[in-house]
């Protein structure tokens, strides 16, 4: 229901829905709209995503700005924040309040790279020499209120270093992705899960003037980033036929298909809002106590296929706080084992079962052994594909 390949040549000003700006100082990124401004949360606060590479390169940057960040900032008569110094000379207030940066630090139109057609998006080239403090040139998609659930689609060329420059996108103020490799010499499509209703979605791309030791950049550090074919289908994964993503807030009990058991009465899996790769909710087991160490607690959910499916794939996304050998993790298919984890991860990680045609039972089981030192996990984005179907 929205497509946008920049082929018009409108982006940003003869595009409503778009909006570019340049925050002086990562550690105090701003999302700026119609008018309004609102700090997204440090990385000091984001769990999850590569929360610790974005809290050491904050930290840098902090030193490197003297911390000025907190301290050093001016407002507008309309309640603007912004940093203060030179960043105010590449800056205009439009009509509505949005602050505009000027071609030098913005993302801009551009036909020098293209996924299709001839134009795409591309972050600004910077003058290594020149800019002499950490600077965030970031653009956001403003969607549409009438939009219901679906996927954000969009493709990326860039080149970064992960510490003088980096490109990372969030979801209202939440990050929610970052590039997985410092370049890439072909185009790659990504996915935002999106809930009903209207969303801010953000690509920010980071440059600063020193690394994280505090050298000087290199002259070949300014990076680069590229957007282009960016569009919006509502519904569930490509091709899947069921898809829980747990947004309706109806785990376990109001889901036929889903049942839940423990070994402790009363504790059961559940939702939580702790964690979520999509949307705002997962669901995880419970805090787990053992009286008798000698005996694992153990707790289930269970999701019941439909007969119908035929064989396909069943999709999981999985996020591992464990903490061996506390606590331990697995998963079944009709009561046999498949694959289990006892380490934790940093990031979530997708996994994929195998299921042939007819009715099965796909378990996930938590077991701690011990009272001290527990740890958790959390599942979303459960979903089936049938073969015929295919996936991106």
Avoid at 95 to 114: H, I, P
Avoid at 146 to 162: C, I, K, M, N, T
Wanted: glycine share 8%; aromatic share 12%; net charge negative.
């Amino acid at each position: 229901i929205y497509y946008d390949s920049f082929e018009m040549g409108t982006f940003p000003d003869g595009d409503p829905e778009w909006s570019i700006a340049t925050s002086g100082d990562d550690t105090v990124r701003m999302q700026v709209h119609r008018g309004t401004t609102r700090r997204l949360r440090d990385a000091e606060e984001v769990g999850g995503k590569h929360a610790e590479r974005k809290l050491i390169r904050n930290l840098m940057k902090k030193e490197a700005n003297g911390d000025k960040g907190k301290n050093d900032e001016d407002g507008d008569d309309d309640g603007t924040v912004h940093a203060n110094g030179d960043k105010d000379k590449h800056e205009d207030h439009d009509d509505d309040g949005t602050v505009r940066a000027n071609d030098t630090t913005s993302w801009s139109l551009t036909d020098e790279e293209a996924y299709t057609g001839q134009y795409s998006i591309k972050t600004p080239t910077i003058n290594r020499d020149e800019v002499l403090e950490p600077i965030s040139p970031y653009v956001i998609l403003t969607t549409a209120e009438y939009w219901g659930g679906g996927f954000l689609r969009f493709s990326a060329l860039w080149d970064v270093d992960f510490t003088t420059t980096d490109l990372a996108w969030f979801v209202d103020g939440e990050l929610y992705d970052i590039v997985p490799t410092p370049t890439t010499d072909t185009w790659q499509e990504f996915e935002i899960a999106l809930t009903p209703g209207e969303h801010f979605i953000m690509w920010e791309f980071t440059f600063s003037p020193v690394d994280d030791d505090g050298d000087a950049a290199a002259p070949s550090a300014a990076g680069v980033a590229f957007l282009d074919e960016i569009y919006f289908t509502e519904g569930s994964p490509p091709g899947a036929i069921y898809w829980d993503s747990f947004e309706n807030a109806t785990f376990p009990h109001d889901d036929g298909e889903w049942t839940v058991s423990s070994t402790n009465e009363g504790q059961q899996w559940k939702l939580t809002s702790e964690e979520s790769l999509t949307g705002s909710l997962s669901i995880t087991p419970p805090d787990l106590t053992n009286a008798d160490e000698d005996d694992a607690s153990i707790a289930n959910t269970t999701l019941a296929t439909n007969s119908e499916w035929g064989a396909g794939t069943l999709t999981f996304s999985l996020l591992s706080r464990l903490s061996h050998p506390a606590d331990a993790f697995l998963w079944y298919l009709d009561d046999e084992g498949v694959d289990f984890r006892t380490d934790a991860a940093q990031d979530w990680e997708t996994v994929d079962i195998e299921i042939g045609p007819g009715a099965h039972t796909v378990t996930w089981s938590y077991a701690h052994v011990q009272d001290d030192n527990q740890g958790t996990v959390f599942i979303d984005d459960v979903f089936f594909t049938p073969d015929d179907q295919g996936r991106l």
